[in-house]
């Protein structure tokens, strides 16, 4: 029994560092395409089109802009991810414990986790947004000279702005963007999963049969 629930431990464990590996990578590809998409959703967004944003955020602010929230946006997903890939795995043991190919339990196991991750870590994104953003009528209300830069500069803004519910600004909207976004990921996952092991399983016993 002991050993049992070493080894489940152990691949929760794997499966969180999975997720943050590939985290690592992930946002340093990404980060400056998230710092244009956040800047052109502003209300009264000034930038024409992603290369005018680009463009002006280079001229005025450098590249640096592009991965100011970098670090942030590594502490906001690197947890995530852990939290989300952990969920998952463990949803999994209770909804589907012998592993078998069932899409309702990839997709409510998926959406499930997707929650639990993107709750947890609404705080983070709400800095991340701050960071990335930069938004003229939080720095002038709060009497902010220059940029807000780096995360705890960040919270102490958030906080300035409204207390502690307003690291929570916006939750549902997030637990209900990433439910969808994790189910279905996990679903496809699990479903190409299975039809590879599947064709492999079968071109094995093909070879097998034809060697008889």
Not at 86 to 108: A, G, I
Not at 179 to 188: C, F, K, N, Q, Y
């Amino acid at each position: 029994m002991w050993l049992t629930i070493l080894h489940s431990s152990a691949c929760h464990i794997a499966s969180g560092a999975a997720g943050c590996v590939a985290t690592l990578l992930h946002d340093a590809m990404m980060n400056p395409a998230e710092v244009v998409k956040q800047r052109m959703q502003m209300y009264n967004s000034p930038y024409r089109s992603v290369l005018d944003c680009m463009r002006a955020v280079w001229l005025k602010e450098g590249a640096a802009a592009f991965y100011r929230s970098y670090t942030t946006q590594l502490t906001m997903n690197i947890p995530f991810q852990a939290l989300h890939f952990m969920t998952y795995e463990y949803l999994q043991e209770t909804l589907n414990p012998h592993r078998q190919y069932n899409p309702t339990s990839h997709m409510v196991s998926g959406a499930l986790a997707g929650a639990v991750a993107a709750a947890a870590t609404t705080p983070l994104d709400v800095c991340k947004t701050l960071l990335n953003t930069q938004e003229s009528l939080v720095l002038h209300s709060l009497n902010v000279s220059g940029h807000i830069s780096g995360l705890a500069h960040a919270f102490r803004t958030v906080y300035r702005l409204g207390g502690v519910p307003a690291y929570f600004k916006g939750v549902q909207a997030r637990i209900i963007y990433q439910m969808p976004s994790t189910a279905i990921a996990w679903t496809v996952y699990e479903f190409f999963k299975y039809f590879i092991t599947e064709h492999q399983h079968a071109k094995r016993k093909a070879q097998r049969e034809s060697e008889k």
